[in-house]
């Protein structure tokens, strides 16, 4: 079974910074794009950022120039740096791994269990 953990959400003022972690452990043969993902209340989930396996990336408009994704692949990791946060921001965000668990497995996708992202003075 993989398993994704996420970590890093809380209570920022508006104007400050965050940085979110997601690992994935468990069976994990080889891991290709991983993504951040956020859903504000009543609205439906949406693109946050997402990194491919050679590292290019692709953001929402509305992120542009403030977050950052990264990824450690010997720790089957994605960050989200996220830097000059507004109160728009506020929503639960969850990681998504594309991962095969087996050499003979088709790719999956895994979420984590969303951590709360709260921007607020």
């Known amino acids: 079974q993989v398993q994704l953990v996420e970590s890093g959400g809380g209570l920022v003022q508006p104007g400050g910074f965050l940085r979110l972690s997601c690992a994935a452990s468990g069976s994990i043969f080889s891991i290709d794009a991983m993504g951040w993902y956020r859903q504000a209340p009543g609205k439906q989930r949406e693109l946050v950022a997402t990194i491919a396996r050679d590292g290019s990336t692709n953001y929402a408009d509305s992120v542009k120039g403030r977050f950052t994704i990264s990824r450690d692949n010997a720790k089957n990791a994605v960050y989200l740096q996220m830097n000059s946060l507004k109160p728009e921001d506020t929503a639960v965000y969850y990681c998504?791994?594309?991962?095969?668990?087996?050499?003979?497995?088709?790719?999956?996708?895994?979420w984590g269990q969303g951590t709360q992202v709260t921007v607020s003075s």
């Open positions: 998504k791994q594309d991962i095969r668990a087996t050499k003979w497995s088709f790719e999956d996708h895994y």
